[in-house]
């Protein structure tokens, strides 16, 4: 049985701002059934610190009283979560059957080599984060990749470069 995070203090807060951290614990005190708003806490977490860094993680499970295994979990099995520093905008590639088809891999591969990262990484500018992601439910206009909240639909191969560039320009 693992013992509850609050009974360690083996983590460092250095290199995050700890403004967050009380925002984030004025939050948490306001909750009374803490452990089941969880998820609510970790969507707090996130839009605090964009992120959910492991010391973030650790922090919310002794505030919380669980296992950080608790939180690991949850926080890793919901697509939405992330511990990897997130750029500025999100590409999402759609890499579901319908876009897969339609070529949205070659398409995938092209931000890949535009970008200089892999899925999941961020470019050095801290402009972009690329993501491969299963169908969002708009398969009429496969392929499709979305930059944050706006859905490009039946994108080619030569399109990508200048979505790319609109955002960068933008600047
Ligand atoms: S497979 Fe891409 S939107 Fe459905």
Redesign the pocket.
């Given at each position: 049985m693992p013992k509850p995070i609050s009974q360690k203090k083996t983590y460092s807060i250095d290199n995050l701002p700890k403004e967050k951290f009380d925002l984030l614990d004025e939050y948490i005190g306001g909750i009374s059934d803490k452990e089941g708003s969880l998820i609510h806490i970790l969507h707090k977490a996130q839009e605090l610190f964009t992120f959910l860094p492991m010391e973030v993680q650790l922090h919310i499970a002794r505030k919380v009283d669980i296992p950080a295994s608790k939180v690991f979990g949850v926080a890793s099995f919901y697509s939405y979560f992330t511990s990897n520093p997130v750029g500025k905008h999100t590409i999402s590639v759609?890499?579901?059957?319908?876009?897969?088809v339609r070529g949205?891999n070659k398409i995938f591969d092209k931000l890949k080599e535009l970008l200089e990262v892999e899925s999941g990484e961020t470019t050095k500018d801290k402009l972009f984060t690329l993501k491969d992601v299963?169908?969002?439910?708009?398969?009429?206009?496969?392929?499709?990749i979305m930059v944050d909240d706006k859905v490009y639909g039946r994108v080619k191969l030569e399109d990508v470069e200048g979505i790319v560039k609109n955002y960068k320009d933008g600047e």
């Open positions: 759609c890499m579901g059957t319908a876009c897969f949205s299963r169908c969002v439910g708009a398969c009429g206009l496969a392929p499709i």
